[in-house]
């Protein structure tokens, strides 16, 4: 059974920064792309960032660039995103999710991690 | 960027009746769309990738259709636990969008 397990979140203010974890089993890790999903408050979903299985390919919104850096290390099966400068309208949950053939179909999420930008 | 529209924005209906919920690019995506089913509190579910193709796990009673701009997600008669919010994205071009989303509420 895949499972994804999201932890770092947490109440940050403006300005500062955040490491988000996902920790992953029942799959071989190595093998899929993942990425990273966010939803502010009562809102819709977001795509936030993306990386391949090698992490030659890495990709972003262009509200994160220059702030946020997805990575893996496939060794601990894990998946991460810093994020650096963290404005308000970076509140959300976020969820990690596995990627099924192509980067966009994800078939297995985490149950995601708060985020809470607050001064 | 490529603009996801959904419409419509609610959807009241009854256990049994079928829905019929649209996403609308602003431009050619092919056939790279995919929907996905949001309960309240829960993390989204993948439904459908590529325009029809159903996901593991997914009942027959779901179906998607389209090409170019216009898709269409169906669900031909609503069980009680498909009620929710459905969200379509294109995975033609980066940035990768979702469109506002679809609530399926009984009516």
């Known amino acids: 059974e895949v499972q994804l397990l999201e932890s770092g979140g947490g109440l940050v203010q403006p300005g500062g920064s955040l490491r988000l974890s996902c920790v992953a089993s029942g799959f071989s890790f190595v093998g899929y792309a993942m990425s990273w999903v966010r939803q502010a408050p009562g809102k819709g979903l977001e795509w936030v960032s993306g990386?391949?299985?090698?992490?030659?390919?890495?990709f972003y919104i262009d509200s994160v660039k220059g702030r946020f850096t997805i990575s893996r290390d496939n060794s601990k099966n894990t998946l991460y995103l810093q994020m650096n400068s963290l404005r308000v309208e970076d509140t959300a949950i976020y969820y990690c999710?596995?990627?099924?053939?192509?980067?966009?179909?994800?078939?297995?999420w985490g149950q995601g991690t708060l985020v809470t930008l607050s001064s | 960027e490529i603009v996801l529209t959904q419409s419509p924005a609610t959807l009241s209906l009854s256990p049994g009746e079928r829905a019929t919920l649209s996403c609308r690019a602003s431009q050619s995506i092919s056939n790279y769309l995919v929907w996905y089913q949001q309960k309240l509190g829960q993390a989204p579910r993948l439904l459908i990738f590529d325009t029809f193709n159903r996901a593991t796990g997914i009942p027959a009673r779901f179906s998607g259709s389209g090409s170019g701009t216009d898709f269409t997600l169906t669900i031909s008669s609503l069980e009680p636990e498909d009620f929710a919010v459905y969200y379509c994205?294109?995975?033609?071009?980066?940035?990768?969008?979702f469109g506002q989303g679809t609530k399926v509420e009984i009516k």
């Open positions: 999710a596995k990627a099924y053939l192509g980067m966009g179909i994800l078939d297995s």
């Open positions: 994205l294109q995975r033609s071009d980066w940035p990768y969008t």
């Open positions: 990386i391949s299985g090698s992490s030659v390919n890495t």
